[in-house]
């Protein structure tokens, strides 16, 4: 089966910057894997999450050098911080996690349907009526992650996805993983809460400055 | 008060371009008009929007609160100083013209800012936003108007937060007027620059949900136009256009 | 427009309509509501700058409820067009420049808001530029010369202010962030 993302020898270099970001990284992500990229503050795991969902170069500028094909159809992203991932035009939850669907001109029929179905997975339903901007911060990470839903990605990305949440809903949201997961969906997390995302996690991969230094099972990125 | 108010007048269940094109309509018009008794006759029709939104007292409350500094210079920059025939008022001597000029130059402001104090509370932006979606409004049009107000509440309790902040590290408000310049720019600077940094990742969110898609956007909740409706819009043109034909051609005779 | 420039004309006219509460905190006798549209004219360019300075006319009356100053809207594009001429020869690379091209562009504000303010408004608008106006009418002034020299006295001191400030917003960004402005490079 092909790869949702395939990185061969890649490196990136944002613009401006004195060195690499990445460095040399050769990685596949197949269907249904659960990988958490791990590394210190610095080490190159968010820009992996860019380069892999096709994000970088394109929106953020910078170089890239080597080979990347990425076999997804759709991806999708979730940063830590709900607030600015809000597209500002929604006053219900419901046209927010709509949003993406609609945008691509979907019938109406179809956007309202993957907005139930996406906030139906996130537990939110009782939300849909709310107005996003009232919201405390964990429920609008679940309208945001359920917007990245909405328009079923094959592969998601999640940096840092639980930064802002109580302990309660950051165990929800990554409990939600592995059910994503068996639906074929490949999720790459890159986070310092190793606990949580090994718990749920295929795989590890571990990168110091750019490179990729181990890749296997989550306990020995762990340990 | 400023701002949507909920209701269900005519106004409020009207497609939300007949409302704001009304609006429109005395913003253009007020400024065809020369005369004060046309003026006022403005005056009362954007009163008559307001009572048929519901919002009468509202509107004309805020309008005048809102038109008064301009009533009380216009008052003294004519009234007082205007020019002669002069007529007596009481203990004072007031311009005859100047009266007139007062009364044309403050009916404009008050009917525009009473018709769109009206629109304003009588339409939802969310039904502005899914009419203009309706209508294929490229995205970075409603983006602009509907997204740029939701953003606005947390940037200024950002910029209260830096304020405190920087009052905590010793940055002093008052003084000269260049000590208060040169506060200027430990306040401003981490707001912006804060601001500049979220950049990316605004512009990352919203591509891979679609805005960027080129397709023509489906609108969830339209709200229903009619015929009368769209009837009445064009109307509205010919009314503004024949008024600025009469000033033109009144000009001339 | 990219994605990217619609971001960052939104912030712009965020920072337009924000900016003055810092002012008010300060009590300073300016507006600074062009230094959003200035600061998109450096960063992205003149069509990002216009509809940066058009959508504060609009939102800015829809916040305030003063709708009759839509028609300043004209003033807004030429601030920006101004704008984004004079970071393109460099202005905003020193401080004395920008607040020598701030007073140009004070100049130019005043010399559009000015005829607007006199042939729509009668110099009335409300607000410190007509308080100058009355001053100055009392004092014998014709009405039009009134209006013409406070526009053009309260519209240099902000727009000075508004360059030097934009001058050093874009000295102060970061150079990874500066980076992502290719229109900085040049």
């Not at chain 1, 991806?75 to 607030?83: D, E």
């Not at chain 2, 009468?56 to 609160?65: E, K, P, Q």
């Not at chain 2, 402001?109 to 969310?126: D, E, G």
């Not at chain 3, 939104?10 to 062009?34: F, K, M, T, W």
Request: glycine residues 10%; proline residues 5%.
């Amino acid at each position: 089966m092909t790869p949702r993302v395939s990185l061969v020898g890649v490196t990136f270099t944002y613009p401006g910057a004195d060195r690499a970001a990445l460095a040399g990284v050769t990685l596949d992500i197949g269907a249904g894997e659960i990988v958490v990229v791990a590394g210190a503050a610095g080490a190159g795991a968010s820009t992996l999450l860019l380069v892999a969902t096709g994000l970088a170069p394109r929106l953020v500028g910078g170089t890239l050098a080597g080979q990347r094909a990425i076999g997804a159809r759709r991806c999708g992203i979730v940063f830590a911080r709900p607030w600015t991932q809000l597209t500002g035009l929604c006053s219900t939850v419901r046209d927010e996690v709509a949003f993406g669907p609609a945008s691509y001109g979907l019938p109406r029929e179809t956007v309202l349907a993957a907005a139930e179905r996406a906030m139906q997975r996130l537990g939110i339903a009782h939300l849909a009526a709310r107005d996003p901007a009232h919201l405390s911060g964990g429920e609008l990470q679940r309208v945001v992650v359920a917007s990245a839903l909405a328009l079923e990605p094959d592969l998601l990305a999640l940096d840092d996805p639980a930064a802002e949440l109580d302990p309660e809903a950051a165990d929800a949201l990554y409990a939600m993983l592995p059910q994503l997961g068996r639906a074929g969906t490949a999720i790459l997390i890159a986070t310092p809460d190793l606990g949580r995302a090994t718990a749920v996690a295929t795989r590890a991969v571990q990168l110091e400055q750019g490179r990729i230094v181990r890749d296997g099972s989550p306990a020995e990125v762990e340990a | 008060m400023i701002g949507y108010v909920t209701g269900r007048s005519p106004l409020h269940r009207a497609h939300p371009y007949t409302t704001l094109a009304l609006a429109g309509a005395v913003l253009l018009a007020a400024f065809a008009m020369t005369e004060p008794r046309t003026v006022w006759l403005l005056v009362l029709a954007a009163a008559a929007l307001a009572a048929v939104g519901g919002v009468l007292r509202s509107s004309v409350r805020t309008a005048l609160l809102l038109s008064l500094p301009i009533w009380a210079l216009l008052f003294v920059l004519y009234a007082l100083l205007g020019a002669d025939p002069r007529v007596a008022f009481g203990p004072l001597s007031l311009s005859s013209p100047g009266i007139a000029r007062a009364l044309v130059l403050g009916g404009r402001v008050t009917a525009i800012v009473l018709s769109f104090l009206t629109a304003l509370a009588t339409t939802s932006p969310h039904r502005l936003v899914e009419a203009m979606t309706a209508r294929g409004v490229p995205f970075g049009r409603t983006f602009l108007l509907a997204s740029t107000l939701t953003i606005l509440p947390r940037m200024r309790e950002r910029a209260a937060q830096i304020l405190e902040a920087q009052q905590c590290r010793g940055l002093r408000l008052g003084g000269s007027v260049l000590a208060r310049l040169r506060a200027l720019g430990p306040l401003a600077l981490p707001l912006i620059l804060g601001a500049l940094a979220e950049v990316d990742e605004q512009v990352l969110a919203l591509d891979v949900r679609g805005a960027a898609a080129g397709a023509r956007r489906t609108a969830v909740d339209p709200p229903p136009d009619s015929q009368i409706q769209r009837a009445l819009r064009w109307s509205l043109l010919l009314l503004v256009t024949a008024a600025y034909a009469w000033k033109f051609w009144s000009m001339r005779g | 427009m990219t994605l990217r420039d619609l971001v960052l004309v939104r912030l712009g006219v965020a920072i337009n309509l924000v900016i003055g509460q810092i002012v008010v905190a300060l009590l300073l006798p300016i507006y600074l509501d062009s230094v959003g549209t200035i600061l998109v004219a450096a960063l992205v360019g003149p069509r990002a700058a216009i509809t940066a300075g058009l959508v504060s006319q609009v939102l800015s009356a829809v916040i305030s409820g003063n709708f009759s100053w839509l028609p300043f809207a004209v003033v807004q594009i030429v601030i920006a067009l101004y704008a984004s001429v004079v970071a393109r020869l460099g202005a905003f690379r020193r401080l004395w420049t920008a607040v020598a091209a701030g007073i140009g562009l004070g100049l130019v504000a005043a010399s559009c808001s000015a005829p607007i303010s006199y042939f729509l408004f009668g110099g009335v608008t409300a607000g410190g530029v007509t308080v100058v106006t009355t001053v100055l009418r009392a004092l014998g002034a014709p009405l039009g010369v009134a209006v013409a020299s406070a526009s053009y006295a309260t519209d240099l001191l902000d727009k000075a202010i508004a360059c030097g400030l934009v001058c050093v917003i874009l000295r102060g960004l970061p150079r990874t962030l500066a980076a992502r402005f290719p229109v900085l490079a040049r």
